[in-house]
């Protein structure tokens, strides 16, 4: 079964300071991945997805995220964080294999705080 | 475009009973997915509605139950309900695809039983 991941349950970070949000997932075959962020008291809104191709994915709100199937990663970047980027961060991956219906599988989050 | 509406956003409920929660799809999709997100946690998928049938289904007892209509919204009814199901419960709506398709969730419904 696949399974994702998150390195880090809470990553504190001043402002206009870079950030990686660290994922892994598990898999035995193809994956499409993505990253969402949740406000507080929000649903989830996607930042970004790798499906196939180049694997540097450039999302919303200045994100990025690289795709590394040697690693089994997909890590979240972002080069200079704002107060306002102080959220819930999900990894998710895609099941291919049960279906292919495009159920989810989430990690269990990260918390960024963005420090003044 | 309105997109993923959910109602109610808040709902409080007493062990034993039974709830409703509704989802309104994003105009044009015909795939409806629910989650439920404990505190803390990550979202958990509950099922998936296509073509007004369950097409999958997690880990979760037959207490949770959902109906698609016509027009592609959708309920997600729990009965007997207890302490462990208050969450935030996620909809999801998606174009009928394989596992790329993209899904685009409401703002969710908030149970606490108590």
């Known amino acids: 079964a696949q399974s994702v991941t998150q390195l880090d349950s809470q990553v504190p970070v001043f402002e206009e300071a870079p950030v990686e949000l660290r994922c892994n997932y598990s898999?035995?075959?193809?994956?499409?991945l993505f990253w969402y962020v949740q406000y507080p008291n929000q649903g989830l809104q996607l930042l970004l997805k790798?499906?196939?191709?180049s694997t540097l994915v450039k999302g919303i709100n200045g994100f990025e995220a690289e795709f590394n199937k040697s690693q089994t990663s997909f890590h979240l970047r972002k080069p200079s964080v704002h107060i306002s980027d102080t959220a819930e961060y999900f990894c998710?991956?895609?099941?291919w294999g049960s279906g292919n219906t495009g159920k989810l599988i989430f990690g269990q989050g990260t918390t960024l705080q963005v420090k003044p | 475009d309105a997109g993923v509406t959910q109602s109610p956003t808040h709902l409080i409920k007493t062990r034993g009973q039974q709830v409703t929660l509704r989802c309104s799809p994003k105009?044009?999709?015909?795939?409806v997915s629910w989650y439920q997100q404990a505190l803390g946690q990550g979202p958990q998928f509950i099922f998936q509605?296509?073509?007004?049938?369950?097409?999958q289904r997690g880990n979760f007892p037959d207490r949770f139950s959902g109906h698609q209509f016509p027009n592609y919204s959708s309920e997600l009814n729990v009965n007997a309900l207890l302490l462990g199901d208050s969450a935030l419960y996620l909809c999801?709506?998606?174009?009928?695809?394989?596992?790329?398709?993209?899904?685009?969730f409401g703002q969710g419904t908030r149970l606490t039983v108590v």
């Open positions: 790798y499906l196939s191709g």
């Open positions: 998710a991956v895609s099941d």
């Open positions: 509605y296509y073509e007004e049938e369950e097409r």
């Open positions: 105009s044009g999709h015909d795939t």
């Open positions: 898999s035995s075959v193809s994956v499409y």
């Open positions: 999801a709506s998606s174009l009928a695809g394989g596992a790329n398709t993209e899904a685009f």
